[in-house]
T-cell receptor, first 113, second 112 residues
Framework: DADVTQTPRNRITKTGKRIMLECSQT?????MYWYRQDPGLGLRLIYY???????NKGEISDGYSVSRQAQAKFSLSLESAIPNQTALYFC????????????FGPGTRLLVL | LAKTTQPISMDSYEGQEVNITCSHN???????ITWYQQFPSQGPRFIIQ???TKVTNEVASLFIPADRKSSTLSLPRVSLSDTAVYYC?????????????FGTGTRLTIIP
């Protein structure tokens, strides 16, 4: 969905390096999410934010941090990357009403050597 | 958290109707049921959402029995382009208490 963009789309890094994945959205949504997808495990929630001043841990937040710089931007950082963080990472946004759906970005494929 | 259970995979021929069932025995009163479609190397895409009974849109129908402990996604007259992974999602987002849960998904393969 072009309304949610992620950069970079692909990244190879080495163990111990710091890396940042960025997400931007033009949907005007307050809520933003970072998910990780591993083969056979579906999507798992890393962090989520309901507005610029709000940051919440998800199911698997250890080893990750996030920053909500503005309503439209939500960044995910790996302070010291490790090989088991190799995965496909998705950003998503959602409106304020509980029943609204999530809109996902195209994903970032990360390989940690 | 409402845990969901779906078949791991399904095969169907082109032109057939496909029904994928999701079990969610501990669904909460305020939970909605949402289905997403995911193609390889793409983010999930919304298909349909419902709370109870039946919902229909231009691509699918969603059947939810009275007890809401399961739901069935129905795809009419599938084509090869419907080959994808389908996720059942149950939950509602309350401020400060995100409760959305993705299942492992059903890999649907359409056979020519």
């Amino acid at each position: 969905d072009a309304d949610v963009t992620q950069t970079p789309r692909n990244r190879i890094t080495k163990t111990g390096k710091r890396i940042m994945l960025e997400c931007s959205q033009t949907k005007g949504h307050d809520r933003m999410y970072w998910y990780r997808q591993d083969p056979g495990l579906g999507l798992r929630l890393i962090y989520y934010s309901f507005d610029v001043k709000d940051i919440n841990k998800g199911e698997i937040s250890d080893g990750y941090s996030v920053s909500r710089q503005a309503q439209a931007k939500f960044s995910l950082s790996l302070e010291s990357a490790i090989p088991n963080q190799t995965a496909l990472y998705f950003c998503a946004t959602r409106g304020s009403s509980g029943e609204e759906t999530q809109y996902f970005g195209p994903g970032t494929r990360l390989l940690v050597l | 958290l409402a845990k969901t259970t779906q078949p791991i995979s399904m095969d169907s021929y082109e032109g057939q109707e496909v029904n994928i069932t999701c079990s969610h025995n501990n669904i909460a009163t305020n939970d909605y049921i949402t289905w997403y479609q995911q193609f390889p190397s793409q983010g999930p895409r919304f298909i349909i959402q419902g709370y109870k009974t039946k919902v229909t849109n231009e691509v699918a129908s969603l059947f939810i029995p009275a007890d809401r402990k399961s739901s069935t996604l129905s795809l009419p007259r599938v084509s090869l382009s419907d080959t994808a992974v389908y996720y059942c999602l149950v939950g509602i987002s309350n401020f400060g208490n995100e409760k959305l849960t993705f299942g492992t998904g059903t890999r649907l393969t359409i056979i020519p």
